[in-house]
């Protein structure tokens, strides 16, 4: 059986991506065959494919997301039925029509989340439930920095931490995202493109600061970040978008009391009954409409390296999705 695959023989520019036919074996005794219906595409995918993240071995199939309903099941298999919708994310190989897939790598759905959706938010949405309930556990009445407020995570963050009842600062390079994370719900926007983000955000809190600041920036955003921090404040930083933190002297953190913490999603995916409960947390508030989630681009799998392209150069505003 073959199934179309985007793979890579080294890591560069989008020509390394290559759209290829390869062969797909039967499930084993714990997997499941998926057929995929839609990819996610993210900045993970980006920094594996540009050399920024190591991968273990080359030539491999790249992406990170997908959703799709099951086709075969392996002989153990015993949380799944055939047709089952499903999603799932930090799985490399995920840019694949099929793909066989351990049982408890995967996220069963409701019959009610659609399955674009779902390749559009599984990762964000799992990032940003870590996010707001362990990295930094977000309170009523709190006050927030979000970096990068429109993009896929900073979207669904902006809406989740307003149902806490927090207050929303958030970053923007454009007047267009200005609207989009308004439209969510932030409070402030600062376009940082234009202003001082650090003069601004002092400016709106009164020179108290912000209880967490949310940095999938890095280089170009978080020592100036840590400045804004309030008196046993938080940063969190999960992404490198402008390219890696450079050193810090932790004795910056000391007079406030602050504090740094560094965020990864494969810690809070580990355990598959952890990963299903978060999931159908964040699914449960797409369900109960609290979270809508902005799909900005459907392209198809055929023109990946034009998707990449948008998302690289930052001409997104909210998911990309990959169609097979």
């Known amino acids: 059986m073959k199934t179309k695959v985007v793979k890579i023989y080294e890591q560069g520019s989008i020509d390394v991506l ?14 499941v065959l998926i057929e995929h219906s839609y990819a996610g595409l993210n900045f993970i995918d980006i920094n594996q494919r540009n050399g920024t993240y190591p991968l273990k071995s080359l030539p491999t199939i790249m992406g990170m997301e997908a959703s799709g309903k099951i086709k075969k099941l392996g002989s153990n298999v015993t949380k799944f039925k055939i047709g089952d919708k499903v999603t799932h994310c930090m799985n490399l190989g995920s840019f694949s029509q099929m793909m066989n897939l351990n049982e408890n790598k995967l996220i069963k759905l409701k019959n009610e989340v659609d399955l674009k959706i779902a390749a559009a938010a599984t990762l964000q ?31 669904i963050l902006c809406q989740w931490a307003k149902k806490i009842g927090a207050n929303v600062i958030g970053t923007v390079s454009t007047e267009e995202k200005e ?22 955000v002092m400016e ?26 309030a008196p046993k404040g938080r940063i969190v930083t999960f992404g490198v978008s402008s390219g890696p933190i450079e050193p810090i002297n932790i004795n910056t953190l000391r007079s406030f009391s602050g504090s740094i913490a560094t965020g990864g999603l494969n810690t809070y995916i580990k355990n598959s009954d952890e990963m299903q409960k978060n999931a159908d947390m964040f699914f449960d508030m797409i369900i109960n409409k609290d ?15 034009k998707a990449q392209s948008l998302l690289e ?12």
């Open 18 to 31: 290559k759209l290829e036919e390869v062969d797909i074996k039967e499930p084993s005794a714990n997997e």
């Open 125 to 155: 949405g799992l990032t940003s439930q870590y996010l707001l309930h362990h990295s930094y556990k977000l309170k009523k009445n709190n006050t927030l920095l979000i970096h990068a407020v429109a993009g896929g995570v900073g979207q």
């Open 179 to 200: 609207k989009i994370a308004k439209k969510n719900g932030c409070d402030f926007t600062i376009n940082y493109l234009k202003e001082n983000f650090y003069e601004k």
């Open 204 to 229: 709106i809190t009164k020179d108290i600061g912000v209880d967490v600041i949310y940095d999938s920036v890095g280089k170009d955003t978080f020592l100036k970040g840590i400045k804004c921090l």
């Open 291 to 305: 979270i809508k989630i902005n799909i900005d681009h459907v392209i198809r799998i055929d023109d990946i390296k």
């Open 313 to 324: 150069r930052r001409l997104t505003t909210g998911s990309v999705v990959l169609d097979f």
